[in-house]
Structures are given as structure tokens and as C-alpha cells.
Antibody
Framework: EVQLVQSGAEVKKPGESLRISCKGS????????ISWVRQMPGQGLEWMGR????????KYSPSFQGHVTISADMSVDTAYLQWHRLRASDTAVYFC?????????????WGQGTLVKVSS | QSALTQPASVSGSLGQSITISCTGA?????????ISWYQQHPGKAPKLLIY???IRPSGISYRFSGSKSDNAASLTISGLQAEDEADYYC???????????FGIGTKVTVL
């Protein structure tokens, strides 16, 4: 059974950096893309980008390109989402989700979500 | 960023059927067979209900069904149950740079 376990909630100040993680288990990590999805308070879902853990090929949504960095370490079956300078507007829950490498048209399994709160 | 339109809320009584619509531009929905639906209970992660317009993954109740016509997709929940009370999101794979767009979400209330 595919399982994605994300790192815990974070409280940060504007301008600080942060990296959150998503560890996969129960499947071959390199057989699936990992996508990141944002959900701002009381709002809907927004796709941020995805990574192929095999070669770290990344596709970003234009809305997030340049503000976040997606990476993966297949030696520990973990994907990451990183900010170098957080903004208050980054306050949200962030989900990771898998997509089949050969058929990446939907999101199969989801992590439990990581709450990121950015406040001075 | 949301490109797909859904009703903000839909309600129905126990045992009834309800339908949630999802509409968008032809560039997002019109040519795409890659429409999926997700259920999200408060404080929980989304869960895949339907993919490729109408296919249910293993373990998803037959009470959930999907369809599409032109630029509109629909999710029907039949035999409404208390545990169906949740938010529902449609999603489409597009050939635009954004790749994946979601609807704004529909809150389903079971009366």
C-alpha cells in the first residue's frame, strides 16, 4: 500500500527559510512522480509542481516558479519542498501526492499534509 | 489560480442523489478525458474518487459516478450517506503550463 508521510507543522517568520519533506513507502519510489499541492486557509487546491525522483526532472506551475524549490532524494525515498524566503502569504497546508510515471493524469495517493504558518 | 467552476455548496437528504458540476474553458475541459474527482473531509488529505472522467479506483463505492459532456464534468453521489459530507474537488490535466487545474471545491451537506 502506498503511503506518504509528511513532516510536522512549522511556524516561521517572514523572510526565514524552510524545507518540508514527504517520505514514500510501500511502493517503488521511482515509479511515481511526486507533486506538491497547496491549500490556503479555507481555500481550494492548487498544483505547485512535480518531480521525477529518478532524474529530478521538475515541472513547476508558473504561479510558483521561482518562489519554491522541489527536490527529491531517492536514496531515502523522500521528496522536499523548500522556500528560501517565506512570506505571510505562504501560510497554508501543503500536500504531497503521487502520480504514476506512465500515466500521470491524476493524483493517486496523498500525504497527510503539512501546516506551514508564517507570521511575524 | 482555479480555472474550473463548481457550485460552492450542494445539499441533499439521506438516501437521495446529488450531482456536482464542474465547468471550464474548452482548453481545460473540452478536449480532456483526464478529469478526476477528490473527496476531502475537514482536516484530512484529499482522496481520489474518480479518474479518467468515470473510473472508480479500487475500494471506492459504486455510489460515486462521474461523467462529462463537452466543457462540463459531473460527479453524482447516489444513496447519500452521512459520511459523504465533505468537500469535493474536480481536477483536469491540461496541456497548458499549469498542467493540473482544480475546481474551487463544493461543500456537500447531508440533511
Amino acid at each position: 500500500e502506498v503511503q506518504l508521510v509528511q513532516s510536522g507543522a512549522e511556524v516561521k517568520k517572514p523572510g526565514e527559510s524552510l524545507r518540508i519533506s514527504c517520505k514514500g513507502s510501500g511502493y517503488i519510489f521511482t515509479d511515481y512522480w511526486i507533486s506538491w499541492v497547496r491549500q490556503m486557509p479555507g481555500q481550494g487546491l492548487e498544483w505547485m509542481g512535480r518531480i521525477d525522483p529518478t532524474d529530478s526532472f521538475i515541472k513547476y506551475s508558473p504561479s510558483f516558479q521561482g518562489h519554491v524549490t522541489i527536490s527529491a532524494d531517492m536514496s531515502v525515498d523522500t521528496a522536499y519542498l523548500q522556500w528560501h524566503r517565506l512570506r505571510a502569504s505562504d501560510t497554508a497546508v501543503y500536500f504531497c501526492a503521487t502520480q504514476r510515471m506512465a500515466y500521470p493524469f491524476y493524483f493517486d495517493s496523498w500525504g497527510q499534509g503539512t501546516l506551514v504558518k508564517v507570521s511575524s | 489560480q482555479s480555472a474550473l467552476t463548481q457550485p460552492a455548496s450542494v445539499s441533499g437528504s439521506l438516501g437521495q442523489s446529488i450531482t456536482i458540476s464542474c465547468t471550464g474553458a474548452s482548453s481545460d475541459l473540452g478536449d480532456s478525458k483526464y478529469i478526476s474527482w477528490y473527496q476531502q473531509h475537514p482536516g484530512k488529505a484529499p482522496k481520489l474518487l474518480i479518474y479518467d472522467v468515470s473510473i472508480r479506483p479500487s475500494g471506492i463505492s459504486y455510489r460515486f459516478s462521474g461523467s462529462k459532456s463537452d466543457n462540463a464534468a459531473s460527479l453524482t453521489i447516489s444513496g447519500l450517506q452521512a459520511e459523504d459530507e465533505a468537500d469535493y474537488y474536480c481536477s483536469a490535466y491540461t496541456t497548458r503550463d499549469i498542467l493540473y487545474v482544480f475546481g474551487i471545491g463544493t461543500k456537500v451537506t447531508v440533511l
